[in-house]
């Protein structure tokens, strides 16, 4: 059966998870880079009061385990180091400190009423169905228009979406994942210049080597940063889209490995043809496509 609800709404979810024994929460108010100034009560809302709807209406029912799909943005916004799940969490974002909220409170219910209670936090998503920041640099190396800032070396951690599916799946019945969070990678790790060769060559095009300097970036970037105190956005970018774009930002999945057995079967070698037709398929070029540096909007 489908149900639609609001889980901001209460009586919207009575009676939900009737007969219902495992239960996958993936709704949520998602990481915007322009936040705007209700950003944090609107994240609050939704990640934080949603997700305690949902467990409340667990309490009653016969649900045996809650799986949060939460996020690394949970534990920082960038580092030079490869993070695990033993990183203290310090989110400088409403998103993340709502998605770290919304962990905890899955842990204690779980405590608290019996049920087990997993967390996944996952990096970057990407695959059919996303059509988020990969998307994106997909459209933007498709049109012509991918900018690459700095030299692209960088290192990214992502996850396939059937990977992610895959780890939810690996930890349903397995008591070990009892009170766990868990991070969720493909394993391997991508420098921004080896995703844009790889996309560029997926839809038949020679990849260019061309990149704005870090130095220039830096100078346009203070033009957005006045754009941002004038207007309440960046006019292209601003510093800190620069530094985000330009820095490494990784995270081992050992600890699923190990304890679980989960083994990651995708990476973005082997999925490549499946993203770029599904996004041939659905591509919508429209004038709200904003070009932005290395295809991040």
Not at 217 to 243: E, H, N, Q, T
Request: overall charge positive; glycine content about 10%; aromatic content about 10%.
């Amino acid at each position: 059966n489908i149900h639609v609800c609001d889980i901001t709404q209460k009586e919207s979810m009575v009676g939900i998870f009737k007969g219902v024994e495992v239960v996958f929460h993936l709704a949520a108010r998602v990481h915007d880079v322009f936040e705007g100034t209700n950003s944090s009560k609107e994240h609050l809302t939704t990640n934080v009061e949603g997700t305690k709807n949902l467990l409340e209406e667990c309490k009653g029912e016969n649900v045996k385990q809650f799986i949060f799909f939460s996020t690394i943005k949970t534990m920082a916004e960038e580092s030079n180091d490869t993070l695990d799940e033993g990183f203290v969490p310090a989110p400088k974002t409403a998103y993340g400190q709502s998605k770290l909220a919304a962990e905890k409170l899955v842990a204690e219910y779980g405590r608290k009423y019996g049920f087990m209670a997993t967390s996944l936090r996952l990096p970057l998503v990407y695959g059919p169905g996303n059509k988020g920041n990969i998307y994106r640099m997909i459209e933007a190396v498709d049109r012509g228009r991918f900018i690459m800032v700095g030299r692209g070396d960088n290192k990214r951690s992502m996850v396939f979406v059937e990977n992610a599916v895959d780890a939810a799946l690996s930890v349903v019945g397995n008591q070990e994942a009892d009170g766990k969070v868990y991070i969720v990678t493909d394993g391997i790790d991508y420098t921004v210049r080896e995703l844009y060769e790889t996309i560029a060559r997926g839809l038949g095009k020679k990849p260019i080597s061309f990149h704005i300097p870090l130095a220039m970036a830096r100078g346009i970037a203070r033009l957005g940063d006045l754009g941002k105190i004038i207007f309440g956005k960046p006019l292209l970018f601003d510093s800190s889209a620069v530094k985000r774009l330009t820095s490494p930002f990784t995270f081992s999945s050992g600890r699923i490995q190990k304890e679980i057995g989960f083994k990651p079967k995708y990476n973005l070698y082997n999925t490549t043809e499946k993203t770029i037709t599904w996004y041939r398929e659905n591509r919508k070029y429209s004038s709200q496509s904003q070009l932005r540096p290395n295809g991040s909007a």
